[in-house]
């Protein structure tokens, strides 16, 4: 939208004034009969993303891409619990680099681009190929289409994020995380690899099946899944939050792979809680 300045310019007249005598109104109104205006229209220019190339958040950026690449690695080499770790450490680089580059003031186009490459081997290719070395093989050609859905949705849902960026609301995210859904299927690989699910051997390929169709579906769909952007570490929070943090160190310690499958599942459906919330009241969740 315009906006407009009046700028005043002195008329020849002035060069003789006439005597001014002060009225009920002013002097405003002596003077303004020797001025005139003319209006200035200034066009908001949106301001340009910089284009240039920071090191402290395209560091994280990197490591979070080499977590992912050794993730595949150590899939190969039939380490998927090492993979697995790898996929959740790559998710931690992630959130930092966004939050430092805003912190620092160090936003650019650059760094938006990498980001989106970095996230798309972290966590639509690296989960992918790591379940399906792991357990999706031994279904045949609906381990590899489970795989490739899951690889597909991530890249769309990475897609339709850069796209949206401006548009969408900054609380929410449309579909589910890429990080998340990557999360979710570390997750499952990790806990399974401990042997902490009394769970029959030959039902593990089409539970990993499941969740990766699952979180592939759910990238791509228009379910709003909280994004935590509103919350701001620079300011003060409550006392309970505090405790609720020191809580959740404590579960994850006591059982990592049990913890953090069962947040992002609970995350993973949030979504479509949300989305019912909204059918059956009938307004928008906030």
Sequence with gaps: MSTFRRRGRIDRSRLNPPPV????????????DHLDYEVEDLHDKPRRR???IYLLPNAFTTAALFSGFFAIVNAMNDQFQ?????IFA????DGMDGRIARMTNTQSAFGEQYDSLADMVSFGVAPALVAY??????????????????CAGAALRLARFNVNTGVVDKKFFQGLPSPAAGALMAGFIWLA???????????IPWITFFIAVYAGLTMVSNARFYSGKALDIRYRVPFGVMVLMILGFVLVSSNPPLTLFGVFVVY????????????????SFS
Excluded: H, M, Q
């Design 21 to 32: 005598e002060r009225s009920e109104d002013g002097w405003a109104d002596a003077l303004g």
């Design 133 to 150: 070395e792991w357990a999706l093989k031994d279904l045949g050609k609906w381990g590899w289409l489970a795989a490739f859905t899951y």
């Design 193 to 203: 690899d401990d042997n902490k699910i009394p769970v029959r051997d030959t039902a």
């Design 50 to 52: 910089s284009k240039g």
């Design 268 to 283: 993973s459906i949030s979504g479509y809680v949300i989305w019912a919330w909204e059918r059956l009241r009938g307004r």
């Design 90 to 93: 790559s998710l931690v680089l």
């Design 82 to 86: 090492i993979a697995a770790i790898a």
